[in-house]
């Protein structure tokens, strides 16, 4: 015992890092029972000999006390008590559910086979009273039903043409009157306007006048000049008989001068005259263009006087009427509005669909005859029209095109005016082997019956259009077999 605690004692001197204590280590582990604690060093075996060195003691194992033993057993087995356990669960939740479904599908089996068997009832035929239709296919061209309004094709806003006071109106210039094409509407005073053309005329009279007396003061120089020619050519023929005799000596220098004077005096007036003719013909050309502006200064006036009354310039509905007997009007002011009565158009719209199919198959919408219904009573009212005009763009948010068509005759049966909510039929394409069939005989828009020995055969059809009151159909009809339009409530 001591030979051991001595040799403790060395092993904690030499190695103070194990956290051992020397004597006070040794004693807690004899308290223990030998228990193992931590940073407790294990003591080495005693040495052979009691002079070995610490350097030459050699080292061993450490061993388990039985305590310690049958701790480590303890955890081993808990820790294999605890994967078996987690094993069975894995195998219960994968198992189980199987073995339901297993066990479910056994039992529908069994329960299938031992059921009772049932006897169905035959059916029994019914039989109904129907009419029939022949379907016989041939090319037919739907009509498109769509609506629009009327529209006026010429709306125009009279306005004053010069300025004063109304002094008189027709008697249909009231708001829904009916004016004539020629009608006088309105009268605005005349008096400033025929004083105008009284005084425009009075110049034009002596402008007229002054270059009549400028022509005669030109003619007048004109005759003059052909004296002073005649006069300037007989001075001249006189100073050449006058030369050879003064050579001779029967004429003297004196005359001979003094004849020369006097050509040269009549040449120099025939050139006055000449450029007097020239100034003359440059007046009366000025006066001429006063004449011509003169004439015009007429024309305005007596174009001011006649517009002192306004006309109707077609026949029309007159509507948005401001102008009354006394008011006094400036140039350009609004007096009412005119609507043309023969040229009433209806607006209506096209969809893509329809407006790309007919351009496919004609090219064009211009020309197309359309119907235009208006329903005023028990029977419609029918008009006629052509189309005239396209929109210039398709519409996104009606998802079409405009179209535009103007009535033939808007005044038969009925005068038809601008804002009537109407119906029209546009002729579409032409389908060739179509059916055209009374609307009765389609079921939920895409089957009809056919009558085969006596017995309803549903037929597969796709509505390709309308012609008036009929459906134009294509599909898998057999062509000239009957087809029931009697409507069916089974």
Aim: overall charge positive.
């Amino acid at each position: 015992m001591s030979n051991r605690s001595q040799h403790s004692d060395k092993v904690a001197l030499l190695d103070p890092d194990k956290g051992v204590n020397s004597a006070d280590g040794l004693a807690k582990r004899v308290a223990d029972g030998g228990a193992k604690h931590p940073g407790d060093v294990e003591p080495a075996s005693a040495p052979s000999t009691p002079s070995s060195t610490p350097a030459s003691i050699p080292t061993t194992a450490p061993t388990l006390s039985p305590p310690e033993q049958q701790a480590k057993r303890a955890s081993f087995a808990s820790r294999v008590v605890s994967w078996i356990i987690s094993f069975i669960r894995i195998i219960l939740k994968t198992a189980l559910p199987i073995a339901i479904l297993f066990g479910a599908v056994t039992v529908y089996k069994h329960l299938k086979a031992t059921a009772p068997d049932v006897k169905r009832k035959a059916k029994t035929e019914r039989s109904f009273a129907v009419n029939v239709v022949k379907a016989v296919p041939g090319t037919q061209s739907p009509m498109l039903q769509l609506f629009g309004t009327t529209t006026a094709g010429r709306k125009v806003d009279i306005r004053a043409l010069v300025a004063g006071q109304i002094v008189t109106t027709g008697t249909a210039l009231r708001e829904g009157g009916q004016v004539r094409v020629g009608e006088t509407l309105l009268t605005i005073d005349p008096f400033d306007y025929r004083q105008a053309r009284i005084e425009a005329q009075a110049q034009l009279a002596s402008a007229r006048a002054k270059l009549r007396e400028q022509q005669a003061s030109l003619a007048a120089e004109e005759a003059s000049l052909r004296f002073a020619r005649q006069q300037f050519k007989l001075s001249k023929t006189d100073l050449q008989r006058a030369v050879p005799l003064a050579k001779r000596g029967t004429v003297s220098k004196r005359t001979l001068d003094d004849r020369r004077n006097n050509m040269i005096e009549r040449e120099r007036s025939v050139e006055q005259l000449e450029n007097s003719i020239r100034v003359w013909r440059a007046r009366i050309a000025q006066q001429q263009a006063t004449i011509d502006r003169t004439k015009s200064s007429v024309r305005r006036a007596v174009r001011k006087l006649e517009e002192t009354k306004l006309i109707a310039p077609f026949d029309a509905y007159v509507t948005q009427v401001g102008a009354q007997v006394g008011r006094i009007v400036s140039a350009n002011d609004k007096v009412a509005t005119l609507i043309d009565r023969n040229w009433i158009e209806v607006r209506f719209t096209l969809s893509d669909k329809q407006f790309g199919r007919i351009m496919a198959a004609d090219k064009t919408l211009k020309g197309r005859k359309v119907s235009v219904l208006w329903q005023v009573g028990v029977k419609p009212l029918v008009y006629e029209a052509v189309i005239e005009r396209v929109g210039a763009q398709i519409s996104a948010q009606s998802g079409g095109v405009e179209v535009y068509a103007r009535l033939t005759n808007p005044l038969t049966p009925v005068e038809l005016r601008p804002g009537a909510f109407v119906e029209i039929k546009v002729p579409d394409v032409s389908y060739a082997n179509v059916y055209r069939l009374p609307p009765t005989v389609l079921y939920n828009g895409k089957t009809v019956y056919a009558v085969v020995d006596g017995r309803l055969v549903a037929r597969a059809v796709v509505k390709v259009g309308i012609s008036d009151s009929d459906v134009l159909l294509s599909g898998d009809i057999v062509p000239g077999e009957p087809v029931i339009s009697t409507r069916l409530s089974t």
